[in-house]
């Protein structure tokens, strides 16, 4: 595409500025945790987000209704603490669901970005639905703990758990696969709280047993406070990076220094500033003004600058970049 044509796209923007700028056509790119790259068409990205989506909303119903039926029959605290993470983890999938739809729409006239920022937003209100249901788990269990109350048919919880177990365990690998390949926060996020839920059934199933075998019905609302310790603190990280996505943080000073060790390759480069970052969602942002010598043509420039967005691409694919030149004296 011609500077004149690519200027004519994006009329809000100057055309110097438009020199190296290329639009991704994927809603989605490197994350701030190093993932592996991928050559997945981003047709095929987004059937993979799609499926892993309805995947977990799927295995969120099927565990709700479970374990409405085994607490019903025990009465167990960590059963209930344990069916009211899955009410949230329905609501949280359905969320994520109508995110990830959203996330994936391209470009259009007023979202000349793309729609990538719901992911944050669906990331911080994950952090909050897990935050709500943990700490309502611990209320419920040091009121508990001071009220004693033997549990009733423990082995109907202890198969719902095996269940759970296993079938949340199926569903962390799938998300894990998919999360790898797309570099999803939404998928990345959900990941994270299935992974806790597997750990949170997995104390589930011990309390129980301890209750029907050794009669401590103590452990029951001990182990539902264990884990939803164990679940907050692992949730913070999500809350942290969808909110400073949302505040237009820069990149990680890491991540940074690999832009700084890419343009060191460049000798036409004299210099670098106003070198601006930034994530949403998933997506990069790069923009930065580069010191050429003013001697260089104009041709020449613009090879330049298209080497270093393709040598920045490299290492975070799908960014979107703006590379503005600046003549100096040599």
Same mark, same amino acid.
């Given at each position: 595409?011609?500077?004149?044509?690519?200027?004519?796209?994006?009329?809000?923007?100057?055309?110097?500025?438009?020199?190296?700028?290329?639009?991704?056509?994927?809603? /989605?790119?490197?994350? @701030?945790?190093?993932?592996?790259?991928?050559?997945?068409?981003?047709?095929?990205?987004?059937?993979?987000?799609?499926?892993?989506? +309805?995947?977990?909303?799927?295995?969120? &119903?099927?565990?709700?209704?479970?374990?409405?039926?085994?607490?019903?029959?025990? *009465?167990? &605290?960590?059963?209930? #603490?344990? &069916?009211?993470? #899955?009410? =949230?983890?329905?609501?949280?999938?359905?969320?994520?669901?109508?995110?990830?739809? +959203?996330? %994936?729409?391209?470009?259009?006239?007023?979202?000349? =970005?793309? @729609?990538?920022?719901?992911?944050?937003?669906?990331?911080?209100?994950?952090?909050?639905?897990?935050?709500?249901?943990?700490?309502?788990?611990? %209320?419920?269990?040091? *009121?508990?703990?001071?009220?004693?109350?033997?549990?009733?048919?423990?082995?109907?919880?202890?198969?719902?758990?095996?269940?759970?177990?296993?079938?949340?365990?199926?569903?962390?690998?799938?998300?894990?696969?998919?999360? !790898? !390949?797309? !570099?999803?926060?939404?998928?990345?996020?959900?990941?994270?709280? +299935?992974?806790?839920?597997?750990?949170?059934?997995?104390?589930? %199933? &011990?309390?129980?047993?301890?209750?029907?075998? +050794?009669?401590?019905?103590?452990?029951?609302?001990?182990?539902?406070?264990?884990?939803?310790?164990?679940?907050?603190?692992?949730?913070?990280?999500?809350?942290?990076?969808? =909110?400073?996505?949302?505040?237009?943080?820069?990149?990680?000073?890491?991540? $940074?220094?690999?832009?700084?060790?890419?343009? $060191?390759?460049?000798?036409?480069?004299?210099?670098? @500033?106003? %070198?601006?970052? !930034? /994530?949403?969602?998933?997506?990069? =942002?790069?923009?930065?003004?580069?010191?050429?010598?003013?001697?260089?043509?104009?041709?020449?420039? @613009?090879?330049?600058?298209?080497?270093?967005?393709?040598?920045?691409?490299?290492?975070?694919?799908?960014? *979107?970049?703006?590379?503005?030149?600046?003549?100096?004296?040599?």
């Amino acid at each position: 595409m011609s500077l004149g044509s690519l200027a004519a796209t994006r009329p809000n923007i100057p055309p110097i500025i438009l020199l190296a700028q290329r639009n991704s056509a994927s809603a /989605y790119g490197a994350m @701030h945790v190093h993932l592996q790259p991928t050559s997945h068409t981003p047709q095929e990205r987004t059937s993979l987000m799609h499926y892993a989506t +309805y995947a977990a909303v799927a295995v969120a &119903l099927v565990l709700l209704s479970a374990k409405i039926a085994a607490w019903w029959s025990t *009465e167990s &605290l960590s059963m209930l #603490s344990s &069916l009211t993470d #899955s009410l =949230f983890d329905a609501v949280t999938s359905i969320v994520n669901l109508i995110a990830v739809r +959203y996330a %994936l729409k391209p470009a259009d006239d007023d979202h000349r =970005f793309g @729609h990538t920022s719901i992911e944050d937003i669906a990331g911080l209100a994950q952090f909050a639905f897990i935050s709500a249901s943990m700490l309502l788990v611990i %209320l419920q269990s040091v *009121e508990r703990l001071f009220n004693p109350h033997p549990l009733q048919q423990e082995m109907i919880g202890i198969w719902v758990s095996l269940g759970a177990i296993a079938l949340t365990s199926v569903l962390v690998v799938y998300q894990g696969f998919v999360a !790898r !390949r797309t !570099r999803s926060l939404i998928i990345a996020a959900d990941r994270l709280h +299935y992974a806790g839920d597997v750990l949170f059934n997995t104390g589930v %199933l &011990l309390a129980l047993y301890v209750s029907m075998t +050794y009669g401590i019905v103590w452990a029951d609302p001990a182990m539902a406070i264990a884990i939803a310790l164990v679940i907050l603190w692992s949730a913070r990280s999500i809350g942290v990076r969808s =909110f400073n996505n949302l505040m237009n943080r820069e990149m990680p000073d890491t991540e $940074k220094e690999k832009i700084t060790a890419v343009l $060191k390759d460049f000798p036409e480069i004299i210099g670098v @500033h106003q %070198l601006k970052t !930034r /994530y949403s969602g998933a997506k990069p =942002f790069i923009q930065m003004h580069v010191d050429m010598p003013d001697s260089l043509a104009f041709v020449g420039a @613009h090879e330049i600058t298209d080497r270093l967005e393709e040598a920045l691409l490299a290492i975070f694919p799908d960014a *979107e970049i703006i590379i503005h030149p600046d003549p100096v004296p040599a």
